[in-house]
């Protein structure tokens, strides 16, 4: 039978997931998995990775020997295993597992490797996201993914044996790999998708209102990151407000943080609008279904598109 190699003993995250994307591909699927340190076992074996000091992006795919250099395009992190899987295999995974073909399947393959590759990369070679002197202010070690496979090692001191080390490699690779697939699906159909309905009210931002500075969802989705990445791409300026419909078909209003992970926002709803709520609120507005405006100003609702639009047109 036609094997996939890699070192046996201790386990990490980048051959855990290297080797669960590698058998998500039909011709790889049924391949067996040998741990070993052996050169006669990888001789013997089809693909080896994150083991044997070789690197040819044929059949050996290991990043440990003291010359390797090699990157994903446009990025400076030293690759791991995952990310030699990834840059060789990536694309054929995604056409694989999505169905799609064409430029999309280039433009998720970037994003899979920004916002999840990368950082397993960079884990494996020991590269701080972090430069200089900081404070922490809070452990978060064991909330990040090469920490919890980590811990699946055998515990050392109860003398584990290989089969051990093996059984939870298994283990490894599955919650490795489990989390990758989410992260396909997720970037493969909610982003691409929350993406067109994002660039569809961009587009139509005059239609909302002559400031431009205004946008109507059609439908609720993640629409933060997309927002910011497209208004440099369309050249639109920025946005100060997204309208859009509740669960409950009311409406809101939302400010936009200064950036994804901002509690600041460019612009915030009318200060003297804030922590009120329904008759009050209405009065205030001008409008005859208000119903709250947060507290801090970053957030409110209506019972319609017009009445949030009045208090978008207003807070600007």
Not at 54 to 71: N, P
Not at 264 to 276: A, L, M, P, Y
Request: aromatic letters at 12%.
């Amino acid at each position: 039978m036609a094997k996939i190699c890699t070192h046996s003993g201790t386990f990490h995250a980048d051959e855990s997931l290297a080797v669960y994307m590698l058998r998500l591909l039909p011709k790889y699927s049924e391949y067996e998995l040998v741990r070993s340190r052996n050169p006669k076992d990888w001789e013997e074996s089809e693909i080896v990775v994150d083991v044997s000091g070789k690197y040819d992006g044929i059949k050996y795919f290991d990043h440990h020997q003291r010359e390797f250099d090699e990157t994903f395009p446009g990025y400076k992190t030293k690759l791991s295993s995952a990310g030699l899987i990834y840059k060789h295999f990536g694309k054929e995974i995604i056409q694989h597992k999505l169905g799609i073909t064409g430029d999309i399947v280039d433009v998720i393959y970037q994003k899979i490797y920004k916002e999840f590759i990368e950082s397993i990369d960079a884990n494996d070679n020991g590269i701080s996201k972090i430069e200089g002197d900081y404070e922490t202010k809070f452990n978060d070690k064991n909330l990040m993914l090469p920490s919890i496979i980590s811990n699946l090692n055998p515990i050392w001191y109860e003398e584990p044996t290989d089969e051990d080390f093996d059984k939870n490699f298994l283990k490894s690779s599955e919650l490795m790999g489990s989390v990758f697939e989410n992260i396909l699906n997720y970037y493969g159909k909610s982003w691409l998708k929350s993406k067109e309905i994002v660039q569809k009210s961009l587009e139509d931002r005059f239609n909302v209102d002559e400031s431009g500075k205004i946008i109507k969802l059609g439908n609720f989705c993640p629409w933060k990151d997309q927002l910011y990445s497209l208004e440099k791409e369309l050249n639109t300026g920025k946005i100060e407000f997204v309208l859009f419909q509740d669960s409950s078909s009311k409406w809101r209003i939302s400010t936009v943080p200064i950036n994804s992970g901002s509690f600041e926002f460019r612009q915030g709803i009318k200060s003297e609008w804030r922590g009120i709520r329904d008759e009050e609120l209405s009065k205030l507005v001008g409008i005859e279904d208000g119903i709250f405006v947060h507290a801090n100003g970053f957030i409110g609702g209506a019972g319609s598109f017009e009445s949030v639009l009045k208090m978008a047109k207003l807070s600007l």
